[in-house]
């Protein structure tokens, strides 16, 4: 048979029998949060998700060649696909129409059904009647053999247009669904450009040969994506900013039927494996890992294989080309691990996750699929390029060296008890209580501000600790380097966690991480510099939303017995605006150390009144771009980032 019948019998076989019935909608608009993690913007665009996510799983079932996903001007999403579209005949179980019936019930979907896919992330129904029920309506628009159906919901599901026909298409095949959030239930929050952009750009890396096209009528934008390199273009852009070390992206892809353990008469599961990986001159790892298009930003058994692979070719070709003996030890994973950026993409029918977050892979057979194309693409690139073999293991011979060197400054930031005050710096002003759920810990720029927190603080919870200057920029310094630097020595004693790859979350002495700086470009340079470190060497003080930064007032506006402060250009106006005599004074802060201790209390540090702005990470490896891009070799870049921007910084999104 060929792979054309094959399609075509997949695509007769897909039909109301492939839908499996598991329960209803009800739950979904009681607790929301069960399904969409939130009904605040991440959970606005789960929504989204779940509808895209069916159109890809067509396109990496090779039923599909297109996406478009269109911002409409009045707030509704559109997402059109030219899959084989939801079946429409009599579901013999609910006896609606098919149609109907994925999109309300819960889990009536062909992820189901395993001769639907082999592979699926989605699936029509599986997450699309979460968003049908979280909506206040819902379009849908079927072709199936030129034959055009509609259907459509309102308030959390209810068919309100049954489906009918409703006569001949242009198009063979395709699925077109339109819906408007319920407000009701969600958040009151615009759809953002920014996330839909980037997670649909990044599908279209993960899904070579995919076009994907974003719409948003709001702004008048269009973008398309079409990545026939796939994840080599990924790494290329990922890269982008860096200084590469050697001129190759390596990559491979590979499937692999795996048997079931204890169930011999089952076929198993197709498991496909795609790799891409580069070596640039950076000291920071950049590893990527995904299953089913879904970021594992804990990893698992796939990058697990990936990284014992990078190590032990590595630590072959030292040994065979002379650069170390059998006897030597041998380069650790960190060694082999710097300055690589790569990506690990598995697609696999039934994943297992570790954890309640569900981003660490499980799935044990996949750690030896991983590793065999790993080794595979890597000794072969490595005999074929001997040149770029030897630059790589210098750098890892160097990286190693950096190791060593470093680990007794590493041992120095261990501490018996995270609130053994004997080991603490002597610059750091503490605190009294050591509550570690209501502990804050203020990092402040210049000694001058730092005088004034600490009169002006709550000494029973707030701690102080002043920075000299700017510190080092961990993006371009070698690791022994960093740690012979005594501010961020200081930091990592204060703080009393450690530092990657042993930073341990449940050691810091405090619940909030506060930066507070000038609110000018070198401020907004110091803040970009301390993310950095703590991206690097503290990433789960960001993941779990410890770090807060501090906004203090520009300007004081004094008019009578009236004295107000104003946090931008726009709030002074206001101000002088509400003044009609005209008679008042403004007094324009140019640093923290301007203000008195009293001044500095009530504007940025009394909780009542301060403006805290949690910093986020919404895509790590967006960040990860963002911070090479910032704090790399290339000077001008940043300076005219941060001096464009640096007024504009609010809401810290990484």
Known sequence: MTEADKKLNNYESYDAD??????????????PGMYIGSTGIQGLHHMVWEIVDNSIDEAMGGYATRVIVTLTKDGSVIVDDDGRGIPVNLHPKTHKSTVETVLTVLHAGGKFDNDSYKISGGLHGVGASVTNALSKWMKVWVCRNHKQY?????????????????????????????????????????????????????????????????????????????????????????????????????????????????????????????????????????THSFCNNINTTEGGTHEEGFKLAIAKIINRFAVDKKFTKESDEKFSKDDVLEGLTAI????????????????????????????????????????????????????????????????????ATRRKSPFDSGSLPGKLTDCDLSDNTVTELYIVEGDSAGGSAKLGRNNQFQAILPLKGKILNVEKAKTNKIFENDEIMAMIAAIGAGVNPEFDLHKIRYHKIIIMTDADVDGAHIRILLLTFFFRYMFPLIEQGHIFAAQPPLYKFTSGKLAKYAYSDSELETLKASVGNGKYTVQRYKGLGEMDPEQLWETTMDPTNRILHRVTIEDAIKADQQFSFLMGDDVQPRKDFISTNAKYVKNLDI
């Open 18 to 31: 492939s839908i499996k019935v598991l329960e209803g909608l009800e739950a979904v608009r009681k607790r």
């Open 150 to 286: 509609f259907v459509e919901f309102q308030n959390g599901g209810v068919t309100v247009a049954p489906l009918k026909e409703i006569g001949v298409s242009e198009k063979l095949q395709g699925t077109v669904i339109e819906f408007y959030p319920d407000f009701s239930i969600m958040e009151q929050s615009p759809f953002d450009h920014n996330i839909i952009g980037a997670r649909l750009q990044q599908l279209a890396y993960l899904n070579k040969g995919i076009n994907i096209t974003f719409i948003d009528q709001q702004m008048n934008t269009k973008d398309e994506w079409f990545y026939e390199g796939g994840l080599s273009e990924y790494i290329v852009d990922l890269n982008r900013d860096k200084e590469n070390l050697v001129p190759t992206v390596v990559y491979g892809e590979h499937e692999k039927r795996v048997k079931i353990p204890n169930n011999p008469d089952d076929e198993g599961y197709l498991i496909r494996v795609e790799v891409a990986f580069q070596y640039n001159r950076t000291y920071n790892n950049s």
């Open 344 to 411: 690990i993409s598995v697609k696999h029918p039934n994943p297992q996750y570790e954890g309640q977050t569900k981003h660490k892979l499980g799935n044990t057979e996949v750690r030896p699929l991983v590793n065999e194309i790993t080794s595979n693409i890597f000794e072969k690139y490595m005999l074929e390029n001997p040149d770029d073999a030897t630059t790589i293991i210098k750098k890892v011979m160097l990286a190693q060296e950096a190791r060593r060197k470093s680990q007794e400054a590493r041992d």
